[in-house]
Structure formats: C-alpha cells, structure tokens
C-alpha cells in the first residue's frame, strides 16, 4: 500500500499520458500475482469494500470525518474547514494525522485485510473504530489513498483505460487484445493472470456481465461517409439504450452506463425467459404502444423502481427493439459482419412475440436520401437515422466511423453558468465543465452541465474571467457570479430531483458563447416547463 500510495502522487504529478502510464506499468512489473490482483482491485474499483456478499463499502463523509476527530484530536469544525479547503476527504485527513501517525509499513495484503474488517463492522461507530484503528498505523501519504479508495475518487488522471494501458505494457501484450478479453471476462483480475502467462486468447466470453457498447458519430454532411461505401439505414431511437442477457431462465439487462436495470422492465425480462438457449442483444428499451415508440419522459417514469405495478405497466408498456447480435451457445458474434449479426438476429427472435422487435433496416440507396429517410422517421415519433457500414464488425468501447447517427437537437436555450469545474488532459489548467441554469425571478436554478462546443482559446478566456468573479471553490469546482451566457443545444427535456430547478437538459452541447447577452436576458424555467410540457404532447 506505501508502494501505490508513491506510484499514485507520480501519477498525480504528471499531466503526460505516457508517463502516468510508465509510473504503473514498472510498479505492475515488480509485483506478484496475488498483490497485482490487490492493486488493479483498488485501481478500478473492482474489490474494494466488496467482500464476501459483493455488496459496495457504503461509508459516507460524517463517518469519516468522526473517525478524523477520534484519530487526530482535532475538533469536527476544523475538519469540516480543512475538507473545505483542500476539497477532498483524503487530502485532508492525512494532512490531519501527520502528528499522530506511527508509520508503519503497510502493504496490499494487510489494506486488503483493513478493507475487509472495516467493512465487516455491522455498526457506524464500530466502523469508525476500525478506520481509526487502520490510519493511525499507517504513513499519511498511504492514509490518503487508503481513504481516496474508500470515496472511489482518486483525482490523479487515473481512468481505467490507462490502467489497461499500464497493464498491457507490463506484461508485454497487444492492448486491443488485452482490452478485448477484459471485454469478453467482464472483470480484469483473470485478464491479468492470462496476460502475464501470454494467453490472453485463452479468456472465455461469460455471460451477466456488460459488455462495452459500439458507439455511433455524429454525420454533420454526407461527405463523412466512406466514399463508394454501403450502409444499411435504421431509425434510431430515444428509449434506454440497452443489452440484454439470458440464459436458462435467467435474464439482466443492463443500461448504457453499465448499470444493471432489470427490475424496472419485468415485461422485457418474461419475454426473454421465454427464448431458447442463451444470448446476448444489443438494442433499446422503448416505451410503445400501438406500433410506435412513446416519448422518452414517459418511459423515464419506469426507472429506478425495485418493482413496476400493474398500473404502470398498462399505462406505459415497453418493448425492446433489438438491432444487434453479440452473443449466442458460447460464440461471440463481435468479429462477423454486421449481415452475419443480423441473419442470426433474426433467427433467434423470428417467433419471439410482441415485447421482442427487431429494428427494421434498409439499404441506403443514396447519399441524397437521407433526408427524406430522417423526416420518415422523425414522423414515425423517433430521434432519426442510424447508418451502419456494410461489412463492418461490432467495434466495441469504440465511436466508429462504421455507425453514423443522424439527429437534429430537440432545441436551444440561453442559460446562465453557474460553476466552472477544472477540466483534463490538455485542458487540466483550464476551467472547461460548466454547470447552467436559467432564470427563475431573481435566481437562478440549474438545468445541466456540458464541457463541449467552446475553443480552446474561448476556455482559456473565460477561465480567466471565471476566477476573476469567483465566489466559492470546492476542490476542482469553483462557484461563479451568474454572469457568462451560453446557447446550448440539447436533445430533450426531463424531470430531475437532482437540480432545484426539478428539470435536467438531456445531452447538451455549446454552441457559442452569447457575449452579447446578459445574464437576466437568459431563458426561464418557465420556458423550460413549456418544452417539457410540449414533450408529453407529442
């Protein structure tokens, strides 16, 4: 742990890629394999605090900041100033315990154990207990990754690609193969051991795990497309893009963020019990009735539920609209053509019924078409045209220029920004994430938050003028006078209990930034009920 600790402020010292990944690939190298499995556990995440019944260490602030008091004898006010400060908790509390600190070694295995018997205590003060028990043993630089393990928020750069990168250079193998067996594994910890022994071919695809989803481009004009190319045109739709596994009874489905939504759909998930053998689809959750997809805030309304009544079910159905094959009877289908993929698709759902669909799909005659294609499909109530190259494979965890996505946002708002957050990579000195709001009377209230659309010298501009009319920092997040207006385009309006306003833009992009604008010349959120309200209507 004193080693990762070390490797991990090099890694938050440099802002080259490269080098963040030469500081973890020579520590991976010197490591064995049990402590390399300890290690990329607690860099992705994939292990710490889940022992035993998988469940997630759940330790919120006030417990750490308790265990901050007991451990350093200073008072709950100065913890709460120091975290203000610094902005995160294991910055702060190992600044804290310099003076009482015993520094003792401490490695992978014996973190490994404290994890364990933290997360083993059934009680709040037992856990702090076993927190204060653990930090006061250790060197503080190893405290703070201890904790920063806890929180899950590392802020040293570190995403889990790099750890791959860092990986494949230490064990000397090709990263697309790397990459493509943690893919088809769906956890890195035996991708590890395969690589280190060169059998990375050797990693069998399993099911219940997601896999990385292939992403579409955007197409701004024809030109884009591969000239003298085929592609076959589908809609696309707005409902929950999603993958879907079943084998033997068994079914989850998982969202596009990777996370597992199952419950909300118990219709999807008893039509796809009904089908033979096992698989694994990609495609879109969409509430639907009489032959045509609903409007995504009313399928909204089927999220986050542990259990669907039959109220919800009648008044809003769902189907899921498959348009891909990745799995099926133990063969990956990633590498075939996406014709390959879809006469296959077709045959195992040719007599699925009602809540299984397939896409329809088309050959794309002609550029000039697609046009007319998108306004068909824009009047059959969806988002508008996805084009797929003839040929092409299933590019997964990549935007490939094999997809294209045609769509026009839904509409443009005048907001307000309200906090600018310290970007990455080339713009880590920059304040590049803006968070918006719209006007409200006299307030401002927040609708979103986007980080593309500006240049780099409008960012560069306007982080200037942003620290200049600071009102607050936390940590990476700096609070500013409402002032700077953006025009912002977006995809769609929905309900949202995380921002005061009660609404959340979907997928916003900046389009420019309105200098010629003030801030009390911003939308309302009264323009904002009235798209939303639109929405309902269509």
Known sequence: MDELALVLEAVASTASRKRKVGHLAAWFARLSDADLLRALAFLT?????????????????????????????????????????????????????????????????????????????????AKVGALVEAWVRMKPLTAKYFIKGITGNFRVGLQTKLVEEALAEACQVDLAALRAAVNRAGEISTVALAARMGQLAEVKASLFHPLEFMLAKPLDGVADLEPGAAYWVEDKYDGIRSQVHFDAGKVKIYSRGMEEVTAAFPEVVEALVALPGSGVLDGEILAWREGRALNFNLLQQRLA??????????????????????????????????????????????????????????????????????????????????????????????????????????????????????????????????????????????????????????????????????????????????????????????????????????????????????????????????????????
């Open 45 to 125: 995440g994939q292990g710490v605090g889940k022992q035993g019944s998988g469940k997630k260490m759940s330790i919120g602030y006030a417990t750490l900041r308790e265990a901050a008091v007991r451990a350093t004898g200073w008072d709950a006010a100065m913890v709460r100033l120091c975290h203000r400060e610094v902005g995160d908790s294991g910055e702060a509390i190992s600044l804290l315990l310099r003076p009482v600190a015993q520094g003792e070694p401490f490695s992978l295995e014996q973190a490994e154990q404290a994890y364990r018997d933290i997360f083993a205590r059934r009680t709040t003060e």
């Open 305 to 538: 539920r542990k259990k669907v009544e039959v109220e919800l079910r009648e008044r809003i159905p769902v189907v899921f609209m498959a348009y891909d094959l990745l799995y099926s009877a133990g063969r990956l289908w990633l590498n075939e053509t996406v014709e390959a993929r879809r006469t296959a698709l077709e045959a195992m759902l040719d007599k699925a019924g009602g809540r299984l669909l397939i896409s329809p799909q088309d050959r794309l005659r002609s550029a000039e078409e697609i046009e007319e294609r998108f306004a068909a499909a824009r009047a059959r109530g969806n988002e508008g045209l996805m084009l797929k190259r003839a040929g092409s494979v299933y590019e997964a965890g990549k935007r490939s220029a094999s997809w294209w996505k045609v769509k026009r946002p839904y509409g443009t708002l005048d907001v307000v920004v309200t906090a600018a957050e310290q970007g990455s990579g080339r713009r880590a000195t920059m304040l590049s994430d803006y968070t918006f709001a719209v006007r409200e009377g006299e307030r401002f209230l927040n609708v979103g938050k986007a980080y593309s659309g500006l240049t780099d010298e409008e960012i560069r501009t306007l982080t200037r003028h942003f620290r200049a009319i600071a009102l607050e920092k936390y940590g990476r997040v700096t609070v500013v006078r409402p002032e700077v207006v953006l025009e912002v385009a977006f995809d769609g309006i929905q309900k949202s209990p995380r921002h005061k306003s009660g609404y959340a833009l979907r997928f916003p992009r900046i389009l420019r930034w309105r200098q010629d604008k003030r801030a009390e010349e911003a939308d309302s959120l009264e323009r904002v009920k009235e798209l939303y309200a639109a929405t309902l209507a269509d």
